[in-house]
């Protein structure tokens, strides 16, 4: 037990691919969708052993604990200064204008980690100087509409979060454009013939192929040729990747807010109990039927029937209306479980970091931006054990993994009377996310990318 997290496949590739690049200080992040962060803040954290634990006070989010703000790049001012509000490109101190205009093209929808990772990935392109004008690709069905667009709008290069939903509709512009791969992609669309033929003919245009790692259990690698093969999907075999494939773990960072209280947060749980004595689990998810948020009300139940000071809350948006009204019902005649609906980014971390453990009990998962966002915060995770989440989560080192409700139980209560366990568990999660989630490595992946597409303006 113990020990080192092991080795990152999709680090290595980014190391093996991406030259080095300088580091910048970090910025503080902005406000982001539940549970996701979108920018990054270089900070003291308190200790494992100082966060909130049964017995002791609050730990409290001063502003003690934070350092100072940072400086950040050309992109320092709030989003309502941003170049894209402006409607022109950043102007760099001599006045020079200091990048591109950029189409970025994803689907938006609330309360989805491609809406977060949209809006992450526009900070960091709008943060090197480049003018990124996110659109909805729901909103522009046909390629005329995105020619019109490109025109009005005198756009030089594009991007797309999704090769199929976003991707076909940049063939044939004449501007050099990237794909960013997302979950539909190599779990839906690739197996449907018409679109896996579209896909292939996007790829084939596309100057450049950015497989998230959020992803990369999929992923083989072979490094003699840094060809990047998807075991399920040939697109990326073919001649015409070669060359353009990058693959980026997924960047992570948390900032709690300062002035969370942890007693209205139990108190809006409707949880009646001294603060000292609790032990908080957090299951953080849209009530939508693939997070499976009721997946451990009755162990719950009984075990808050044995020691009434642990309880499980779930925290998040109504994304299905239908099933929110199910779990709204289960919950209410369930003992020992609770229900929250969407918190700001900010509480919700200043929560996640409040709280005993964090739970993770999906169906299918890509990589769960709650999970690593807890072992940065150096909370405990326990994760269903689907692959997209035992990518992350090695059991007994990073976190634990349960395979089915009484399982979870088990480790669960181990984990409540084994501080030793929690204390490991903590620190190789620290170290993990640090390694390989890195924010501004992210940050300069994307940026490298850009000046890629940059080099195809006007060939």
């Known amino acids: 037990m113990g020990g080192n997290p092991g080795a990152d496949p999709v680090g290595a590739v980014s190391r093996l691919v991406l030259?080095?690049?300088?580091?910048?200080?970090?910025?503080?992040?902005?406000?982001?969708?539940?549970?996701?962060?979108?920018?990054?803040?270089?900070?003291?954290?308190?200790?494992a052993t100082a966060r909130r634990r049964p017995g002791s006070r609050p730990v409290p989010f001063s502003g003690s604990s934070v350092?100072?703000?940072?400086?950040?790049?050309?992109?320092?001012?709030?989003?309502?200064?941003?170049?894209?509000?402006?409607?022109?490109?950043?102007l760099g101190p001599g006045g020079d204008s200091g990048g591109m205009r950029l189409l970025f093209l994803a689907v938006l929808r609330r309360h989805t980690g491609n809406a977060v990772t949209a809006e992450r990935i526009r900070d960091h392109l709008e943060a090197a100087g480049h003018v990124c004008l996110l659109k909805d690709a729901c909103d522009l069905e046909s390629p005329s509409e995105i020619a019109h667009l490109i025109e009005a709008e005198n756009l030089e290069a594009a991007l797309a979060l999704h090769l199929y939903r976003g991707g076909r509709l940049l063939r044939g512009h004449g501007i050099p454009f990237g794909i960013i791969f997302g979950g539909t992609d190599l779990n839906e669309d690739v197996n449907h013939r018409e679109k896996n033929e579209v896909m292939g003919k996007v790829l084939e245009e596309a100057s450049v192929h950015m497989y998230s790692s959020k992803f990369f259990w999929k992923l083989k690698c072979r490094?003699?040729?840094?060809?990047?093969?998807?075991?399920?999907?040939?697109l990326a075999a073919q001649p015409h990747a070669r060359g353009k494939i990058y693959v980026q773990s997924q960047g992570v960072v948390t900032v709690p807010n300062a002035a969370f209280s942890w007693d209205t947060f139990l108190r809006r749980s409707g949880i009646n109990q001294s603060a000292d004595n609790l032990h908080i689990f957090l299951l953080v998810c849209g009530l939508r039927q693939v997070k499976d948020p009721l997946y451990l009300v009755d162990v719950f139940s009984e075990w808050h029937r044995e020691e009434p000071n642990v309880y499980m809350v779930i925290?998040?948006?109504?994304?299905?209306?239908?099933?929110?009204?199910e779990v709204k019902a289960r919950v209410k005649r369930t003992a020992g479980v609770r229900l929250l609906g969407e918190m700001p980014q900010e509480d919700l971390h200043a929560a996640l970091k409040n709280c005993f453990a964090v739970v993770n009990s999906s169906v299918?998962?890509?990589?769960?931006?709650?999970?690593?966002?807890?072992?940065?915060?150096?909370?405990?995770?326990?994760?269903?054990?689907?692959?997209?989440?035992?990518?992350?989560v090695k059991h007994e080192v990073?976190?634990?993994?349960?395979?089915?409700?009484?399982?979870?139980?088990?480790?669960?209560?181990?984990?409540?009377?084994?501080?030793?366990?929690?204390?490991?568990?903590?620190?190789?999660g620290r170290e993990y996310v640090r390694r390989y989630h890195s924010w501004q490595a992210e940050r300069d992946t994307y940026q490298h990318l850009v000046r890629t597409l940059e080099r195809g303006v006007g060939e």
């Open 19 to 47: 030259p080095p690049a300088p580091r910048a200080p970090e910025p503080r992040s902005r406000t982001g969708e539940c549970g996701r962060g979108l920018g990054s803040g270089g900070r003291d954290r308190p200790s």
């Open 67 to 90: 350092s100072p703000p940072l400086p950040l790049g050309p992109r320092s001012r709030p989003r309502a200064w941003s170049a894209a509000a402006a409607g022109g490109p950043w």
């Open 223 to 234: 490094k003699q040729d840094r060809v990047h093969r998807l075991s399920h999907v040939p």
């Open 315 to 325: 925290a998040g948006p109504a994304v299905d209306p239908v099933f929110t009204r």
């Open 364 to 392: 299918s998962e890509g990589m769960s931006a709650a999970i690593l966002e807890a072992m940065d915060l150096e909370v405990p995770v326990l994760a269903r054990n689907i692959p997209g989440n035992a990518a992350v």
């Open 398 to 428: 990073t976190g634990l993994l349960f395979s089915d409700p009484q399982e979870f139980a088990q480790l669960a209560r181990r984990l409540v009377r084994d501080p030793a366990l929690e204390k490991e568990i903590v620190a190789n």
